[in-house]
């Protein structure tokens, strides 16, 4: 906790996960984020919308000039190849996403991701140019056991390249029984974490822990994103849900107005 006193403040990053959410008609509420972005109402916050992958070209064009910068949500570690109906890191970067998302604890269950996984696609989104946002987080069996730490700890170690740098990765903390629950970790428990990711970041990435980001992520909204982007360590949000419409998006970062 000392040495975040002495280091500087980092940029903060609020990043919308629209999830399989999002169809053209859609498109507005990206070029409204945009507006009011432009009039400064994130204020010191960086934003990132990352829809699903079939906007990204119209969404990037919308966003062409604007302060808001798009991601991916998944990624192949191969460049291109006979994967049929994947999308590698390249393609992302070709259709305008600067950032993508992996390891999200959907793709982490649904479709088998482990961490080996993550860290070969994170190698692929550096090697493509994008900033990796990688996600960990304990399921509520985990907290209650007492595992959190050391899951997430397990997640960390598995995941992260050691060749990452603040401007190729950011870590997302999403305790996965918050996600679309409506349900938060204490401000503590939040606390104890991120300072636990912090430790970790120290650890893996000797020099670099101080700049990189670590967001969190669940059931963020416009009514808990001031206390939850207080806490120490939190250097922004993954919004899943609240991220879907501009209003709510932009109340969330204007905490940082
Ligand atoms: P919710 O904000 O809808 O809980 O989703 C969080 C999330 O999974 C973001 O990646």
């Not at 006193?5 to 609020?14: F, W």
């Not at 972005?37 to 990037?60: D, K």
């Not at 305008?96 to 991701?113: D, P």
């Amino acid at each position: 906790m000392r040495d975040r006193q002495v280091s500087p403040r980092l940029r903060p990053l609020v990043a919308g996960n629209w999830k399989m959410n999002g169809l053209r008609k859609n498109l507005p509420e990206i070029a409204k984020i945009c507006a009011a972005a432009a009039e400064g109402g994130a204020g010191e916050a960086e934003l990132v919308i990352c829809p699903p992958a079939t906007m990204i070209m119209a969404a990037a064009s919308i966003c062409e000039g604007a302060p808001v910068a798009l991601g991916g949500q998944h990624c192949h570690a191969e460049p291109s190849g006979p994967f049929t109906g994947d999308i590698s890191a390249e393609m992302l970067k070709d259709a305008g996403a600067k950032y993508v998302i992996l390891g999200h604890s959907e793709r982490r269950s649904g479709h088998n991701e482990g961490n080996e996984a993550v860290r070969e696609k994170a190698v692929a989104a550096f090697r493509a140019g994008l900033t990796a946002i990688v996600c960990v987080g304990e399921t509520k069996a985990e907290r209650e056991a007492g595992e959190a730490l050391p899951v997430v700890g397990a997640q960390l170690a598995g995941s992260i390249p050691l060749n990452s740098s603040s401007e190729t990765l950011v870590i997302a903390y999403e305790p996965v029984w918050a996600i679309g629950t409506g349900l938060t970790p204490t401000t503590h428990d939040i606390a104890e974490m991120h300072r636990f990711i912090r430790g970790q970041i120290h650890e893996h990435l000797p020099g670099r822990g101080d700049a990189i980001r670590i967001l969190y992520g669940g059931s963020v909204k416009p009514g808990n994103a001031g206390e939850l982007m207080r806490v120490e360590n939190v250097d922004g949000a993954l919004v899943g849900g609240a991220s879907l419409t501009s209003d709510d998006f932009m109340a969330i970062a204007g905490v940082y107005r």
